[in-house]
């Protein structure tokens, strides 16, 4: 299969990362793969589409493959997609929710292939009736590049990397009383209580349950005035989320070491936590393999790429519930579990397995569970499957 890889980000952005991986992979499965760089092409978040035109119209590839599905809203004068019109397939591949990536969206695009970090996010694109066909993967890992160290040697007994996004507001409790804020804060305290954190189930109940008469599915119009309505709750959550289960951690005293600026202006200075500048993510792996258990934060998002590379650095995982980090890894057995919307499980899973003395065996199970089944290459082969329609 011939396929073309847009590479839309700097080099050191996590899916530029992605797409070299997943290109070798390709390559090593016989497939015809290359990656066309528009980054150079992108400026203050424009993108000049001729040169990606030119390319596509002279590499005639099978599939297109685009991280966050940048690019494919590109449309003729008609109004008919690009890529449909050159009998190409658009392979977009979703590490977040849909509402956050715009071309992820676009209804022009008819021939769409669609891969979702989570069944919800699969659920919403349905919900909302998206044309094309759609399925849940991971992402993929790679075997770290030099030897880890053994497991009771490493330096960190936990570590987590998360970004810093500030300390996030409920604005709409200053806004007067209305439909609408009664829909935004029950979606917030929806979401907040969902282990899974589905946010069409959280939409749609809310409206049900104030009798507001509006599900999502119903109107396309209505469906994409919503989308930014839905990103900030969404965006909130996700942020409160990794604040109240980080807390639970350091005050319940266990020994973490926080990778990513403005985390110390939040706790403070704390016997039992380190504090790590933000690091690129081609260094993560390595730092990986200096902790016994990693904390994966995700909102109930479902991408996990964290879990996969600590898990192939020999760290053993903790997240919160994923289905498919579940099919992967096996809940109890390569990974352990807590409940998001219970902080305080998070300290108490983690804790658990330092005081156990369990780590070691989860780790070691989770490696061998995602190098028999969650490499780039087992993606690359699932992804070539799912574009030949099979």
């Known amino acids: 299969m011939k396929l073309l ?21 390709l390559a090593e499965l016989g497939h015809d793969a290359t990656i066309s760089d528009q980054s150079a092409h992108v400026t203050d978040g424009a993108a000049q589409t001729a040169p990606l035109v030119a390319e596509l119209q002279g590499a005639r590839p099978d599939a297109v493959v685009s991280f966050s599905s940048f690019f494919g809203g590109l449309t003729l004068g008609n109004g008919v997609s690009l890529f449909d019109a050159l009998g190409v397939k658009f392979v977009g ?67 987590v990397a998360a970004t810093w996004n500030g ?3 409920r604005v709409w409790e200053q806004a007067p009383d209305s439909p609408g804020k009664q829909l935004l804060m029950g979606v917030v305290e929806a979401l907040l209580g969902d282990r899974n954190a589905s946010l069409l189930d959280a939409f749609n109940a809310t409206s049900a349950r104030l009798k507001l008469g509006a599900r999502l599915g ?13 990103c900030d709750p969404l965006t909130y959550v996700r942020n409160i989320d990794r604040i109240n289960i980080l807390r639970a951690l350091v005050e319940a005293g266990l020994p ?61 995982v903790a997240s919160d519930y994923s289905e498919q980090l579940d099919t992967l890894l096996g809940g109890g057995q390569g990974v352990a579990f807590f409940n998001r919307a219970r902080p305080e499980t998070a300290a108490q899973v983690v804790g658990g397995l330092i005081e156990s003395g369990k780590g070691k065996a989860l780790a070691q199970r989770g490696h061998d569970k995602v190098v028999r089944a969650g490499l780039w290459r087992h993606r690359a082969e699932q992804l070539v499957a799912f574009a030949e329609g099979r």
């Open 93 to 159: 591949w979703q590490f977040d929710h849909p509402i956050y990536a715009p071309a992820s969206l676009k209804r022009e695009l008819q021939g769409r292939y669609a891969i979702y970090a989570n069944r919800n996010h699969l659920r919403y694109a349905q919900a909302v009736k998206l044309p094309g066909r759609g399925i849940t993967l991971l992402p993929g890992g790679e075997l770290p590049t030099a030897p880890v160290k053994d497991y009771r040697s490493r330096d960190w007994p936990i570590f």
């Open 218 to 230: 119903d109107d396309p119009e209505f469906d994409a005035m919503m989308r930014d309505f839905l």
């Open 256 to 316: 973490l070491t926080i990778c990513g600026a403005g985390w110390q202006a939040l706790f403070g200075d704390r016997k039992n936590v380190t504090y790590l500048d933000r690091v690129d993510f081609r260094e993560l792996q390595a730092i990986y393999g200096n902790a016994r258990v990693v904390l994966n934060l995700n909102a109930g998002n479902g991408a996990n790429e964290r879990a996969v590379y600590a898990a192939l650095a020999g760290a053993a």
């Open 167 to 169: 300390v996030p507001q």
């Open 5 to 25: 890889l847009i590479k839309a980000m700097a080099d050191g952005h996590l899916y530029s990362h992605f797409a070299s991986a997943l290109r070798q992979a």
